[in-house]
Nanobody, 115 residues
């Protein structure tokens, strides 16, 4: 069973930065595609960024140029560096691991951008 544990969320002022981490329990991490999603109240969960097992990245238009996804296969961890944060970035952020035909989700970490 794969377990994902997110950390790094919190309260930050507009224009500030946060770095989210997602640690995976399984060695399949290095062979897996990883993604960050977010969900705010009343809205559907939306894709924020992806990184393939080979390191190819993609971003939602709303975060391009501000967020950076990366991974460290030696630590089984994926990161989301978030800069120039805006109030509309407020949401619960989830990481997802995709391996073969299965998807695994973390429990989520709250990010609140407010003055």
């Amino acid at each position: 069973q794969v377990q994902l544990v997110e950390s790094g969320g919190g309260l930050v002022q507009p224009g500030g930065s946060l770095r989210l981490s997602c640690a995976a329990s399984a060695s399949i991490f290095r062979f897996s595609d990883m993604a960050w999603y977010r969900q705010s109240p009343g809205n559907q969960r939306e894709l924020v960024a992806t990184i393939s097992s080979g390191g190819t990245t993609n971003y939602a238009d709303s975060v391009k140029g501000r967020f950076t996804i990366s991974r460290d296969n030696t630590k089984n961890t994926v990161y989301l560096q978030m800069n120039s944060l805006k109030p509309e970035d407020t949401a619960v952020y989830y990481c997802k691991l995709s391996a073969w035909t299965s998807d695994y989700w973390g429990q989520g970490t709250q990010v609140t951008v407010s003055s």
